[in-house]
Nanobody
Framework: QVQLSQSGGGSVQAGGSLRLSCVTT??????????MGWFRETPGTEPEKIAY???????RYTDFVKGRFTISRDNAKSTLYLQMDNVKPEDTGMYSC??????????????????WGQGAQVTVSS
């Protein structure tokens, strides 16, 4: 059984910072041996990629968060993080972590991520 439990999120003013966390409970594979990512949804839209981290630690970001957001993982704690700095009102949305347990390199297709956290609302005010 795989569970992803998120914490963090909330309201912040533009220019501020937030950190999201995602703890994975999973016994069939060693944490860190597979791809994980952060996604964002806004009303009426499908989840969009924010950041990926491959099993070897390689990170990738969508263009509008590059230089402001940082994805990282602590394998000893089975925890994925998203550090959000210099946030903007357009960063507002529901943020979810997700795991693809069958791939070391994150796929482009959002639908291939089979396991998801419960989501956390991030609201940035101007």
């Amino acid at each position: 059984q795989v569970q992803l439990s998120q914490s963090g999120g909330g309201s912040v003013q533009a220019g501020g910072s937030l950190r999201l966390s995602c703890v994975t409970t999973e016994s069939s594979r060693a944490y860190g041996s597979y791809c994980m990512g952060w996604f964002r949804e806004t009303p009426g839209t499908e989840p969009e990629k924010i950041a990926y981290i491959d099993s070897d630690g390689t990170t990738r970001y969508t263009d509008f968060v590059k230089g402001r957001f940082t994805i990282s993982r602590d394998n000893a704690k089975s925890t994925l993080y998203l550090q959000m700095d210099n946030v903007k009102p357009e960063d507002t949305g529901m943020y979810s972590c997700a795991a693809d347990l069958w791939r070391e390199i994150c796929p482009d297709k959002v639908g291939l991520f089979a396991f998801w956290g419960q989501g956390a609302q991030v609201t940035v005010s101007s």
